[in-house]
Nanobody
Framework: QVQVEESGGGLVQAGGSLRLSCVVS????????MGWFRQAPGQEREFVAG????????IYGDSVKGRFTISRDNAKNTVYLQMNSLKPEDTAVYYC???????????????????WGQGTQVTVSS
């Protein structure tokens, strides 16, 4: 059974930084692309960042480019999201997800992701 668990959220002032972690169990993380998504109150869930199963492929949503960095440590079955220069509009519940199929190119499409965590709250105060 695949389980995904996020951590690292919290309250931070605008301009600050946070690092989110996502631990995956029940599958070999190195074979799967991973993604981070977020959902603010009253809004649709949106893509934030994704990382390919092999090294060197990262994609980002337009609103976080240049501020957020996704990375992975396959030995720890963990994916990270480093968030810098945070803005109040980054306030949301952040979700981590693993793609449905192995060895696929990383995408922004939520339907390509099969296993989701419960989310971690990030709140950025102005």
């Amino acid at each position: 059974q695949v389980q995904v668990e996020e951590s690292g959220g919290g309250l931070v002032q605008a301009g600050g930084s946070l690092r989110l972690s996502c631990v995956v169990s029940g599958r070999t993380l190195s074979n799967y692309a991973m993604g981070w998504f977020r959902q603010a109150p009253g809004q649709e869930r949106e893509f934030v960042a994704g990382i390919g199963w092999s090294a060197g492929r990262e994609i980002y949503g337009d609103s976080v480019k240049g501020r957020f960095t996704i990375s992975r440590d396959n030995a720890k079955n963990t994916v990270y999201l480093q968030m810098n220069s945070l803005k109040p509009e980054d306030t949301a519940v952040y979700y981590c997800a693993t793609q449905r199929l192995p060895y696929r190119i990383v995408t922004m499409a939520q339907n390509d992701y099969a296993y989701w965590g419960q989310g971690t709250q990030v709140t950025v105060s102005s």
